[in-house]
């Protein structure tokens, strides 16, 4: 992927407007959501993991996220960021050949998360990703995910400080982004974006600020996560269970996308 895709990607964080996210699971929805405006592209590991028949968390088969990456990258013009979990691997020199294999298929944006693992583990991750992504002539754009909020790894009174704490760590191992899913108090957003350099990047959450509010509290990315994928699973298990016990055909055509407008949108590349 040519270093100006990286340069857009990287770019975009830094504009007036927040980064809006839809993560997709497949190289169908990649080109579904570029063509209604996204300016780049997210994975989710959650979604991708589904749909191959798989759970989340560092389950999927490093082989299979290649794949989906190098059929995303094949259909979409924008840049590609890849939610690669944990690495899939705890060997710091592992994860930064994995990340390596998603780069060399054109993703120009990582998520690495800490989970529950010592911050020291992920901050190793990202610096071997680091030298993977300078390996190739290009500065990969590195979203340093922490689980404090979502795990709720410390007491919430010390949830702000704690990720503070971990977003200075990860930064001197070269994160260029810190991503808090779980965080949607407005005043712990305002203490996150003021309290680090990095763009602070939120996930949707029903009782997360708006994005005028967000864009006012200094947030600069908005990840729907898996959020869209698991409407979608919800969906297409509601009229799957209807259809089955019942054999009705009307509800299967409600808000339907029509045959030749996907079609149509699969064929023009």
Known sequence: MPDTTASTFRALHQGSELLLLPNVWDAGSARLFESLGARAIATTSAGIAWALGYPDGDVLPIDQLVATVQAITGVIRVPLTVDAEGGYSDDPATVGENVARLLSEGAVGINLEDG???????????????????????????????????????????????????????????????????????????????????????MARPDLPSVPELQRLGVRRLSAGSAIAQAIWGRAGALATAFLREGHSAALFEEASSYPSLNGLMTRR
């Not at 010390?158 to 982004?177: F, K, M, P, S």
Request: proline content about 8%.
């Open 116 to 202: 529950s693992g010592p911050p020291e583990l992920l901050a190793a991750k990202i610096e071997h990703v680091k030298q993977a992504s300078a390996r190739r002539g290009f500065e990969v754009f590195v979203n340093a995910r922490t689980d404090v909020f979502l795990r709720g790894l410390v007491p919430p009174e010390r949830r702000v400080e704690e990720t503070l704490a971990r977003a200075a760590r990860y930064q001197q191992a070269g994160a260029d982004g810190l991503f808090v899913p779980g965080a949607t108090n407005a005043a712990d957003l305002q203490a996150l974006t003021r309290g680090t350099p990095l763009p602070v990047n939120a």
